[in-house]
């Protein structure tokens, strides 16, 4: 469906070499610090190398090591001294998404814990998708191609920052669903409140109570009342992908991430028993500190 480009990593650590790596806005400032960047698991190869076909390691370094000690920091500083300077991200999404007065809380908390789960889902070589994982997702997609199409053309026509999902229905087992979540709106039940799963310059609020992108008197289930699980992400964020591939290079960024999806990573995510919400979630992201 997209047209495959060929372009060493080297081009892609030239095209990228321009960045500068910027202190912490933060750096002055005397805080806990509780709140810290995790490590991912190839996370000296990724610093060294970047992400073989498909990120340069100076565009890791900018879209990973950088943007995440941000969010850090900024989280850092919104909750030291107070009750919530140990909670971790994924608690902190939660608590905060029906609390417009939270926002900020809540948008660094969610972003960080968005973009780990992003990187968290990376390898840096090819990574086969296990026999069983496979033929459950071609009982739900048809084919792994269809799916790869599928999620692939809704992260491309994704028009503004955010993420797309591919989660588990937890209501129909082994149904699987692709949505969008805008800026750095949630995909957990438990703060559907902030799903954000709508651009908000092209669609209208349409529940009372709608507050900046919150839900006051929303059900307790997801938007649209489908419980699911998330498994993989894409980050769509320009920042994640125009310093190696360019205005116009969106639908390459979105085919070398499919080529280093770590299906391993995802497999385990699916298989984690029970709603992934703050408090339940996969072996491999509770082992990581994503909440």
Request: aromatic share 12%.
């Amino acid at each position: 469906m997209f047209s495959r480009f060929v372009r060493p990593q080297s081009a892609l650590r030239a095209a990228s070499s321009f960045s500068a790596k910027p202190t912490s806005a933060f750096s002055g400032f005397q805080t806990r610090s509780l709140h810290r960047v995790p490590q991912l698991q190839h996370d000296a190869y990724y610093k060294e190398n970047g992400v073989p076909e498909f990120l340069s390691p100076e565009a890791f370094d900018f879209a990973w090591t950088q943007y995440q000690t941000l969010l850090v920091d900024k989280l850092n500083l919104l909750t030291q001294d107070t009750v919530d300077a140990d909670s971790k991200p994924g608690e902190l999404l939660v608590k905060y998404s029906r609390r417009p007065e939270m926002a900020s809380v809540f948008n660094y908390a969610s972003m960080a814990h968005n973009n780990h789960f992003f990187f968290n889902c990376l390898s840096p070589t090819p990574t086969p998708i296990p026999t069983k994982f496979a033929l459950d997702i071609a009982d739900t997609s048809s084919s792994i191609e269809s799916l790869k199409m599928d999620f692939l053309a809704t992260a491309s026509s994704m028009f503004g920052p955010g993420f797309v999902w591919l989660a588990k229905n937890l209501q129909r087992e082994g149904m699987l669903h692709i949505f969008c979540t805008y800026s750095a709106g949630s995909p957990y039940p438990a703060a559907h409140a902030r799903r954000q799963s709508h651009d908000m310059a092209t669609s209208e609020p349409r529940v009372a109570g709608y507050i900046g992108g919150h839900s006051e008197n929303a059900r307790n289930l997801a938007l649209g009342g489908v419980d699911v699980q998330p498994i993989l992400c894409v980050n769509t964020w320009e920042h994640a992908w125009m310093m190696d591939y360019g205005v116009a290079g969106k639908d390459e960024y979105l085919e070398r991430w499919w080529d280093r999806v770590n299906w391993d990573v995802v497999q385990d995510n699916y298989n984690a028993h029970g709603k992934m919400n703050s408090r339940t979630t996969s072996r491999r992201t509770q082992d990581l500190g994503m909440f």
